[in-house]
Each structure stands twice: as structure tokens, then as C-alpha cells.
């Protein structure tokens, strides 16, 4: 409905021009470098024509939301703060995406439990807020390092939720993520979690698109709930939450607002797949052995199956991109032919394990497993026992634990 | 392809989300209905025919099309007036063609007044007082319609008709994509082309009064 008037070709304040987002993307030249995760994340948003970005310090993405503090001064976004707690940033991400903004934040581990209040809000109020997630544990005894427990929880919150395995991954998704979240038939909040440490913390080499080009800006008028003028809200919306009201259209108004959160998670399903070329992607799909994983796990899943090769066992590879829209149909298809599949995790309870199960038939087949967590690093060699061990193989490798 | 169809109801105490029953919105230049993706032309001769069959034929518009916020939608509120003088001009007899506005999204209590507005939060109110039994939303907020267009679903047997300016929505019965003063206005052609040719529902079972 906005007067559109194409700004494609136009160029914003710091003479970075308006891109076609896939041409950007797809079509643009790439410069490798030798970046971390961390500076990965500023060069991404450097790009993505963010307005509003605000910050907490939290292990281990402090970095990043630093970072992204030069990118403020040098005028790359158009406003930038620290919130009080990452319940505050959560909520004034809110407010910044209610009056029309583009929003990023950032945060971790016991920040994301912290914030959680917000996320079905987010989910709720339509808000396409993209937060990066950099997974950290977040149990008591206290732990900064690596461990995905915390995407467990935002499961459920009708955010749309994405695992990234590298840097590069990390870079292209922040874009497409925006594209993907802001389309008006999905217009939802997206958490785009990495594995702490592993992701943030290391280099890599990293193909990036030109400075010089950034994504059009957020259009709020193609928002299918009414953008605010948050210098006067319309209070009553909160005042009369509708479960408040004692009457049966009240709770079936409340309802029909949570299916269609969940539509809305099932129609981002569309763009994703247009946007990060499928929801999985899948190796050797015709062999006995499959690896299901995401995240950094997938890596290790990948070093495993040439090792396992190397021993003459071929081994296939699902690295599960979406967890939200969750790749149900795509993960049955590519595990049809496998008698095993494994699911390495760097988390204590298997909750992708629990995911696939519940998706496959047979579900036998699925052994969760390996898991480690706390920070624990995932060798590959562990995945190969594991495999061997299932299929009665004779174990390749003697690992002790590093507490013996 | 879902098995599901997007049908008039009343469907059940709480229908699913036609989304989540793998329903599909259709692409550009595509419309759907009953959430089988058809051409654009098809689905101009479906909606005048629903239109040109019903009893109380009505159209709701949003604040989208409500208020002159900018020249585009001044232009679409005077094709959506066109519609409406349309439907009166081709209306037979027993047949009552409405025009009431959902100029708010926020819940009335203890309820609106049915005869001059609808509500996302009581849809049914509106449809059951005006026995409507062939709406169709334009410039609505795509969130708060598809709020309406499940719960008029799950609880009427109104045929719902979405004229979507974004992307469509699967919980309407017909849904346009795309919405723009050149295809409401090749929707009013079609009703009056049509005119004549489609006989008035006989039966009343079928009607937004049902519960």
C-alpha cells in the first residue's frame, strides 16, 4: 500500500548503494577474507541497512555488539545504545520494530533465558526483529563456553530460528534474513544462533560483498499489523489484553492470533527455501549411515565421514540449516535409505534428537548421539566410535574424557 | 499438495490455521481458491459469482482503504465504492449488498454495534446479525484479516473473499494477491458481466446466520 518509488540504484548517507537483495547476494563479486565470527557480524550489518541496533554486554557476543557500536560512529546505523539488561534490550528491540525500524541486538546463553519473556511478544506483535544468538551455556555451575541448550527454548516461541555452521553462513544469513522475516506474509522475529566460540571467536575465511552495496531499507507499510507512531501508542492495545475478558471470542481471538503466528512460521517456509537454497542440505542420501546435525556439529559430522571413509564406511550428511521452519518433509526424504542415523549435538538433553524423532518414521533408527556439552570440544573421532559402536564395529580410537 | 480444502464452515470449535494444513498462498499473477492455487481469471469469474449468488453480498474494508492516507489509497476507496454501487446495480431481488467498514482493530466490549462495523476480535457478530453470506476483505492489516477470516470460518458458513494488497491469505475461501485499483475494478467488469446468469442461493442452511 506504501507509494513505492524504487530506491534500487539510489545511495544512502555513507554513499553505499541500494541493491536488489538477490543481486547482492547471488550476482555481486565476493572478496575472501580473513575474518572472525565476530567482525563477520559487523560486515554483515555493515551491509544490511539496519536503523536501530542496541546492545548488552554477554559472553561471548559482546564483541560483536562492540563492534557494531563503530559501525554507529561511523554512521552506518541510524541509532545504537546499551540497554539496561538484555530484558530491557529485548523490549526496547520491540519498540524500536513497533515505530517502523530495521532492529538487530545480539545476545547469549543466560542473556537469551533472561530475555525470553520477549520473544513470543516479538513473535506475537509480528515484529521482524533479527537477534544472533551466539550459544553459550546457561546452567549454574557458570559456564561462558560453547553449549546450544538455549535454542532448545526458543523452539516455541514462533520466532523463526536458523543454525548457522560457519562464518560464511553467518554473513550470508544476516542478509537473507531480513529478506526472509520481512516479507509480509511472515513478518516474524528471527534468531539466527551460532555456537559460541567456535563461530564468534575463530577466523576464517569468509567471502564478502562489496562495502559499497547494502540492502533496501525496511519498508514498514507492507507490515501486516499497523506500524505505531510510538511517540503516542495506542495504549488500549496493551491495556485490553484479550484473555483478560471472561468470553468465549476472547480466548478464540487470543487462539486464532497463535495459529497464525505458526502460519506464518509455515509460510517463511516458501522464502527460506528460495533464500538459502533449501532447509537442509544432504550428502550420499543413499547410504546406510546418515549424520543429522546443525551447527558447528555439522562440521565435526563431516570430518567424521572421511575418517569413516578412509575405513571403507560410507556415511551420508544432513546439515539441518532451519530449525524454524523445521525441515520435516526434507529430513524424511533424505534419511529413507538410512538403517542408522546419528545425531551429534553439543548440547546435554538431544533436543535435535527429539526434533528428528519425531519427524521419521521408524524412529528407531535415530541414535542421539554423540552428545557433549559445558563447552566440551566434539572431536570427530568420538562421532566414528560412536557409528562403529552401533554397527558392532571394532572402535578406531581410544578417547578418555578430559576429566581422566 | 494438501488434501485440505478451505471451505465455508462452520468448521469446527477452533478450524486450524489454513497454513499450518500445508495450504499454500498462490504466486503473482495466481489467485486461490478453497486453497487450490488458479489462475487470476478464474478466480475473478468465482468471486462475482459468489458475489452475484448471495443474499447479503458485503464488502469490508480496512483502514487501509478508510482513510486517504496517500493518493494510492484515496484511488482504491473509490474503486471499492465502484464495487459496492456495482453489486447494488446488479443486485436482484431479495438480495442486499452491504458496505460496513472495520475501522479498528482493537476489541470492543462488551461488543461493537454489528450494523455499522466489524471487528477482527467478533468477526461473527457482524455476519450473523446481517445474515452475510458472501464478504470480501480489502485493505485490511494481512494479520488481523486472517485473525477474521478463521474465526468467520470456524464459526459461519459466510464464503470469504480476501483482496489482498501483499501476499494473499490462505483462510479466506478466494483470495487475490496483489490488490490494486485495476483488479478491483476488473472485478466489478466481471460482476456485471455475469449479471443474469447466476441464480440467487435458494436455500437459507447455508447462511452467515448458522452457528
Known amino acids: ?271 527460506s527455501i528460495h533464500w538459502l537454497n533449501g532447509l537442509i542440505d544432504a550428502e550420499n542420501t543413499d547410504a546406510d549411515i546418515m549424520i543429522v546435525a546443525s551447527g558447528t556439529a555439522v562440521s565435526q559430522g563431516r570430518e567424521a565421514i572421511r575418517l569413516l571413509e578412509d575405513e571403507g564406511v560410507r556415511c551420508g550428511l544432513v546439515k539441518v540449516k532451519t530449525l524454524r521452519p523445521w525441515p520435516e518433509e526434507e529430513i524424511r526424504e533424505a534419511t529413507k535409505n538410512a538403517k542408522h542415523i546419528f545425531v551429534p549435538e553439543f548440547n546435554v538433553t538431544g533436543w535435535l534428537a527429539k526434533e528428528i524423532k519425531a519427524t521419521i518414521p521408524n524412529h528407531h533408527r535415530v541414535h542421539a548421539g554423540p552428545h557433549v556439552c559445558g563447552g566440551m570440544t566434539m572431536p570427530p573421532e568420538i562421532i566414528v566410535n560412536e557409528i562403529k559402536t552401533a ?5 578406531s580410537f581410544v578417547m578418555a574424557g578430559r576429566g581422566s | 499438495m494438501s488434501d485440505y480444502r478451505v471451505l465455508p464452515g462452520p468448521e469446527h470449535f477452533l478450524p486450524p490455521a489454513a497454513a499450518s494444513m500445508g495450504i499454500r498462498l498462490p504466486n503473482p499473477g495466481e489467485a486461490h481458491i478453497n486453497g487450490v492455487i488458479v489462475s487470476e481469471d478464474k478466480a475473478y469469474e468465482e468471486a462475482a459469482r459468489q458475489f452475484l449468488m448471495a443474499k447479503v453480498p458485503t464488502i469490508f474494508p480496512g483502514p487501509l482503504v478508510l482513510w486517504a492516507w496517500n493518493e494510492k489509497a484515496a484511488k482504491k476507496a473509490t474503486a471499492v465504492r465502484h464495487l459496492f454501487n456495482t453489486l447494488k446495480e446488479c443486485a436482484q431481488a431479495g438480495q ?65 473473499i480476501a483482496m489482498c494488497a501483499q501476499a494473499g491469505h490462505e483462510d479466506a475461501m478466494l483470495s487475490f494477491r496483489d490488490a490494486s485499483v485495476e483488479k478491483i475494478m476488473r472485478l466489478a467488469e466481471t460482476v456485471k458481466r455475469l449479471k443474469g446468469t447466476v441464480q440467487l442461493r435458494s436455500s437459507t442452511a447455508k447462511s452467515g446466520a448458522s452457528n
Open chain 1, 1 to 271: 500500500m506504501a507509494e513505492t518509488k524504487s530506491i534500487i540504484g539510489t545511495q544512502n548517507k555513507k554513499g553505499q548503494t541500494y541493491t536488489d537483495a538477490w543481486k547482492l547476494l547471488n550476482e555481486a563479486p565476493r572478496t575472501p577474507s580473513f575474518f572472525t565470527g565476530s567482525e563477520v557480524i559487523k560486515e554483515a550489518i555493515r551491509r544490511a541497512s539496519c536503523d536501530v541496533m542496541i546492545a548488552y554486554p554477554i559472553t561471548p557476543q559482546s564483541e560483536a555488539a562492540a563492534l557494531i557500536g563503530e559501525l554507529f560512529a561511523e554512521g552506518y546505523i541510524g541509532d545504537y545504545f546499551r540497554g539496561e539488561s538484555e530484558f530491557a534490550v529485548m523490549s526496547q528491540c520491540a519498540g524500536a520494530a513497533f515505530g517502523g525500524a530495521r532492529v538487530f541486538t545480539t545476545t547469549a546463553g543466560p542473556g537469551t533465558m533472561r530475555a525470553m519473556e520477549n520473544f513470543p511478544m516479538w513473535a506475537g506483535s509480528r515484529l521482524p526483529i533479527q537477534m544472533i544468538v551466539t550459544c553459550r551455556g546457561i546452567n549454574s555451575p557458570l559456564s561462558i563456553q560453547p553449549d546450544t541448550l538455549e535454542i532448545a527454548y526458543l523452539l516455541n516461541t514462533g520466532m523463526l530460528v536458523w543454525h548457522a555452521e560457519t562464518a560464511q553462513d553467518f554473513f550470508d544469513w544476516i542478509l537473507k534474513g531480513y529478506m526472509v522475516s520481512e516479507e509480509p506474509d511472515v513478518h516474524l522475529p528471527l534468531a539466527l544462533c551460532c555456537d559460541g566460540f567456535f563461530v564468534t571467536h575463530t577466523k576464517d575465511v569468509v567471502n564478502l560483498t562489496p562495502a559499497d552495496m547494502c540492502l533496501p531499507p525496511y519498508d514498514p507499510y507492507r507490515s501486516p499489523v499497523p506500524c505505531m507512531d510510538m511517540e503516542c501508542p495506542p495504549v488500549r492495545m496493551m491495556r485490553d489484553p484479550f484473555v483478560m475478558k471472561s468470553n468465549y471470542i476472547s480466548y478464540a481471538t487470543h487462539a486464532s492470533w497463535q495459529q497464525e503466528i505458526w502460519a506464518a512460521v509455515e509460510r517463511s517456509r516458501k522464502h
Open chain 1, 391 to 395: 554397527l558392532g564395529m571394532k572402535k
Open chain 2, 96 to 160: 442486499k449488498p452491504m458496505l460496513i467498514p472495520m475501522p479498528d482493530y482493537r476489541p470492543k466490549y462488551p461488543k461493537i454495534n454489528p450494523e455499522v462495523e466489524i471487528n477482527p476480535n467478533h468477526p461473527n457478530l457482524t455476519i450473523w446479525h446481517n445474515k452475510i453470506d458472501c464478504c470480501m476483505f480489502i485493505g485490511v492489516h494481512c494479520h488481523q484479516a486472517n485473525l477474521s477470516l478463521k474465526i468467520i470460518r470456524g464459526g459461519t458458513s459466510c464464503y470469504t
